[in-house]
């Protein structure tokens, strides 16, 4: 693969994104003359700018609302973005454009942090909320620890069944109540908290000692992050995946892991 010329971040909307960030903090680290930066790319110019990038030997991330799309775009996908269908990373090869999926390794390596810095192994039951493109990441991760039970709960109830069907591990289940009574770990992969101060669920419902892992990030850890720490259950918000993800992205662009901790120190500002 040729170096990156270019490195642009594909979503819409954009601008909350720290991967320009941490991106930018790992390239000076490394002293790779590049700019990482994030494009504000509608819907309907999507292909126009992939064109563009090909052109430039561009590389990069993709957030909402491209990933499926950019994922269908590909001339090769990874394996780990088949089974989770959608690309959150690319570049091209010989004019192909490539595509994986590294908030699958993001989450997973956040998760297994999580639980062995508090001496737990990887959970048995989990309960995911949501079913979009970060869902589809998580339940891909899960799928993979062998022997994990996956309880799926979205608002639209067959976006759920529709997750779940794609993995042995996974079921849907449509009462949010019972979706987590028994889970020993809860994610949160819907954008509830991101911009306004509501719980995904209230943390009265979650089983005693459950972990909670929120995929949302801001500034001073989310709303259901800070009210489930302050009753003592083990909480992470989406910062190490997100730096976990895109340091496995930087890996894929340039062959070699960045400095994660440069990442981190430019993460917390
Ligand atoms: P998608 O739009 O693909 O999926 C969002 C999911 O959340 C859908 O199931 C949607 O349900 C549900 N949802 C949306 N709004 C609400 C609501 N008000 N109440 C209940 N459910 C709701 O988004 P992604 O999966 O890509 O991203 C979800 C969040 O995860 C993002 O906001 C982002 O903050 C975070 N994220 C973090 C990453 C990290 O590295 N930490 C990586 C990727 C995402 P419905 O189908 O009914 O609309």
């Not at 039970?149 to 109540?177: I, K, M, P």
């Not at 419902?205 to 009753?231: K, S």
């Not at 910062?239 to 340091?247: K, R, V």
Request: aromatic share 6%; proline share 5%; net charge neutral.
């Amino acid at each position: 693969m040729k170096t990156p010329e270019r490195l642009v971040l594909l979503g819409h909307p954009v601008a909350h994104s720290l991967s320009p960030t941490i991106q930018n903090a790992a390239l000076a680290a490394a002293k790779i003359p590049l700019h990482y930066s994030a494009l504000d790319v509608a819907p309907r110019d999507l292909n126009a700018v992939v064109g563009e990038l090909r052109k430039e030997t561009g590389a990069g991330n993709v957030t909402i609302p491209h990933k499926q799309t950019v994922f269908a775009l590909c001339g090769r996908v990874t394996e780990v973005a088949k089974t989770a269908r959608g690309v959150n990373t690319f570049w091209f090869e010989e004019g192909a454009l490539v595509g994986t999926n590294t908030d699958v390794g993001g989450f997973d390596h956040a998760t297994r942090n999580l639980m062995s810095e508090h001496g737990r192994p990887l959970p048995q039951r989990v309960t995911l909320l949501g079913a979009g493109g970060s869902a589809a990441a998580v339940a891909t991760a899960v799928s993979g620890w062998g022997g994990t039970a996956l309880t799926v709960w979205s608002r639209t109830e067959q976006s759920a069944s529709n997750l779940a069907q794609r993995f042995d591990c996974a079921r849907a289940e449509r009462d949010l109540t019972v979706a987590v009574r028994d889970a020993q770990l809860v994610v949160n992969a819907t954008p509830i908290g991101l911009r306004d101060d509501l719980l995904p669920i209230a943390i009265e419902l979650l089983a005693p000692g459950a972990a909670v892992i929120d995929l949302v990030y801001r500034a001073g850890a989310t709303p259901w992050v800070r009210a489930a720490r302050a009753t003592g259950l083990v909480a992470i918000d989406g910062l190490p995946m997100l730096i976990e993800q895109g340091a496995l992205a930087f890996e894929c662009w340039f062959g070699f892991a960045p400095d994660r901790r440069v990442m981190w120190e430019a993460a917390a500002g």
